[in-house]
């Protein structure tokens, strides 16, 4: 399967990325990011002219392709975009795995239902995406906290322009809210309405505190608060009509608080989307 992860910079991407990652495990997963078909290094002249958020500042119909590879069993040979030193290292070989990860900026920008079988959008709190990009430019990639502000001044109409568009095609939107207390956490998934969410939530119950709505015709809300035991949501994995076996997850996979909400509910809803995929497939040939 291949999960597709779009949103701003700074707005959890390799986070999840790497929620997944530990979920199947790092020999079942493949991960390529966006980030690797820009266009330009860093200092070229044309970034005063277009901003990272832009489609054409970025290689959009190479990265696709090799998403394409990848899920029909190819290794690609992929760019690397080294951000500490903003230059391109030598072309790596990128073989496939069970699992595709593929994170970027403009992971959907280019309309293509067949690409991936799980999208998902990462929508968090503006306030705590600002701090965990300024906190990640600073710490890893050696920004002074002002040019961080300004850089996101400068994108914020390609963010409205570009990237948040996506958000409209995404099957999933996780949308992280800042924590009333130190492990106390608040997050709101928004869901395809095709998506029977009501086991999940059945398992849940009693365990964390939430509010399940439908906003619109077409997606289903649930806004989730409280405490998120990592014992707590490997038994409600345990008690999912789901063969997570077969997904090569184990119970001891499932990590602690928000980590391990966001892999349940991924899982879960990977699981939805691909049974009722073949579902339509078997109706369709049989």
């Known amino acids: 399967p291949v999960i597709g992860l779009a949103g701003d910079s700074g707005a959890g991407k390799t986070t999840t990325a790497g929620y997944l990652t530990s979920l199947f495990g790092k020999e079942n997963t493949t991960v390529i990011q966006g980030d690797d078909i820009h266009r330009w290094e860093r200092g070229h002249e044309k970034w005063s002219n277009y901003t990272h958020l832009n489609p054409i500042s970025n290689r959009l119909h190479t990265h696709y392709a090799h998403v394409q590879d990848l899920k029909r069993g190819h290794a690609i040979m992929r760019p690397y975009y080294d951000h500490a030193s903003g230059k391109f290292a030598?072309?790596?070989?990128?073989?496939?795995?069970?699992?595709?990860?593929?994170?970027g900026l403009l992971t959907f920008f280019i309309k293509n239902k067949a690409l991936h079988d799980l999208k998902i959008y990462l929508k968090p709190d503006p306030a705590l995406n600002q701090s965990w990009k300024v906190g990640r430019d600073t710490k890893e990639r050696g920004y002074a906290e002002e040019q961080v502000l300004e850089a996101m001044?400068?994108?914020?109409?390609?963010?409205?322009?570009?990237?948040?568009?996506?958000?409209?095609?995404?099957?999933?939107?996780?949308?992280?809210?800042?924590?009333?207390?130190?492990t106390y956490h608040s997050i709101q998934f928004v869901l395809k309405t095709e998506i029977n969410i009501d086991p999940l939530l059945e398992v849940l119950e009693g365990r964390v505190e939430f509010d399940f709505d439908y906003p619109d015709h077409g997606h289903q809300r649930v806004m989730i608060r409280g405490q998120f035991t990592r014992e707590g949501l490997r038994l409600a994995l345990k008690q999912l009509d789901l063969d997570y076996a077969e997904y090569g997850v184990a119970p001891e996979n499932?990590?602690?608080?928000?980590?391990?909400?966001?892999?349940?509910?991924?899982?879960?809803?990977?699981?939805?989307?691909?049974?009722?995929?073949?579902?339509?497939?078997?109706?369709?040939?049989?």
């Open 254 to 286: 499932i990590r602690d608080g928000i980590a391990g909400l966001i892999q349940l509910f991924i899982l879960y809803c990977l699981d939805e989307i691909l049974k009722r995929k073949f579902e339509l497939e078997g109706e369709l040939y049989g």
């Open 153 to 182: 001044k400068l994108r914020a109409p390609d963010k409205i322009k570009y990237v948040s568009q996506q958000e409209s095609l995404a099957d999933m939107v996780i949308s992280v809210l800042p924590p009333k207390e130190e």
């Open 90 to 103: 030598e072309a790596r070989l990128v073989k496939p795995k069970n699992y595709i990860i593929d994170e």
